[in-house]
């Protein structure tokens, strides 16, 4: 059964950091892409970053300079470090799963991250 477990979350003050994780069993990690995305209240749920299985990263304008994607295949473990963090970041994060040629996005349950003003 594939599992995406994300943790990291918390509440942190504006100008702070986190760093997210998300471990992944029951996949074969290394011919997955890994994305983060987030869903903040009343908000559709947005893309912040991906990685490739060959380690290409790319970022939303938004967080672009502040949030680093990075995957651990020896761990199966995709991470997101947020520095610099702001109010407008505060959302559930979620992890995501997918093959180039698969039909199925696997997900996480996600982790809250709140920024306090």
């Known amino acids: 059964q594939v599992q995406l477990v994300e943790s990291g979350g918390g509440l942190v003050q504006a100008g702070g950091a986190l760093r997210l994780s998300c471990a992944a069993s029951?996949?074969?990690?290394?011919?997955?892409?890994m994305g983060w995305y987030r869903q903040a209240p009343g908000k559709q749920r947005e893309l912040v970053a991906s990685?490739?299985?060959?380690?290409?990263?790319n970022y939303a304008d938004s967080v672009n300079g502040r949030f680093t994607i990075s995957r651990d295949n020896a761990k199966n473990t995709v991470y997101l470090q947020m520095n610099s963090l702001k109010p407008e970041d505060t959302a559930v994060y979620y992890c995501n799963a997918r093959r180039v040629a698969g039909i199925v996005a696997h997900w996480g349950q996600g982790t809250l991250v709140t920024v306090s003003s």
């Open positions: 029951g996949l074969i990690f290394s011919i997955h892409a």
């Open positions: 990685i490739t299985i060959g380690g290409s990263t």
